[in-house]
């Protein structure tokens, strides 16, 4: 398929592949890419890098001991989340409730309550920012930003409101996961 850009400027150019979301849907490609989907565009995304697996992990590992994962909740590492019937997007990691998996189907898409994004320097600031607003638009309600390379993490409540957190400040998943707590010290310690 034909490769199309999305966004027009020479520093913020995406390039996405046309189609429809039924071929979206039914389209396997091999390329060893990850493809998010924005209104008639597949849009290639790099996926989760090596280097950021012991960060995933580290959550993952701290959400075992809150009272969501007592109740069957789960962080799902790269899912698809379907944010409208025309866009969906592959977080780093999402939050499901029990009953959010339980009801998952083909024709059920739930929108999770918490986000984690792993920003890389290949994201662009657009992109980052769209999501932010595409995230709390469909009902997330928190939404992490995990700077590797600054060794910084953001918490977003909202579009407008987020705390930047570096070394030993400590960060929350409240209201969503409020006993998913971790220092950034400690999330960046392998």
Same mark, same amino acid.
């Given at each position: ?5 999305l966004d027009a ?36 995304t ?12 580290k959550?993952?590992?701290? *959400? ?12 799902? %590492?790269? /899912?698809k989340?379907?944010? /409208? ?5 592959i ?20 929108? %999770?309550? *918490? ?11 657009k ?19 995990i ?18 957190? *570096? ?24």
């Amino acid at each position: 398929m034909e490769s199309t850009l999305l966004d027009a400027t020479e520093e913020e150019a995406v390039v996405g592949i046309p189609m429809s979301k039924e071929q979206f849907l039914n389209w396997n490609p091999d390329d060893g890419f990850l493809y998010e989907f924005e209104n008639g565009l597949a849009i290639p995304t790099d996926g989760m890098k090596n280097v950021e697996r012991p960060i995933v992990q580290k959550i993952l590992r701290k *959400f075992t001991q809150t009272v969501a994962y007592q109740q069957m909740g789960e962080i799902l %590492p790269e /899912t698809k989340c379907w944010l /409208t019937d025309d866009q969906m997007r592959i977080p780093d990691a999402a939050f499901f409730t029990a009953s959010q998996i339980r009801d998952s189907g083909a024709d059920q898409h739930p929108i %999770p309550f *918490f986000v984690i994004e792993l920003i890389s320097p290949s994201d662009t600031v657009k992109r980052v920012e769209s999501k932010i607003i595409e995230y709390f638009n469909a009902g997330v309600q928190v939404v992490w930003h995990i700077h590797p390379e600054l060794r910084m993490v953001r918490v977003f409540s909202s579009p407008r409101h987020n705390v930047t957190c *570096f070394e030993n400040d400590t960060f929350n998943a409240a209201p969503v996961v409020p006993d998913l707590q971790l220092t950034v010290e400690e999330l960046f310690t392998v």
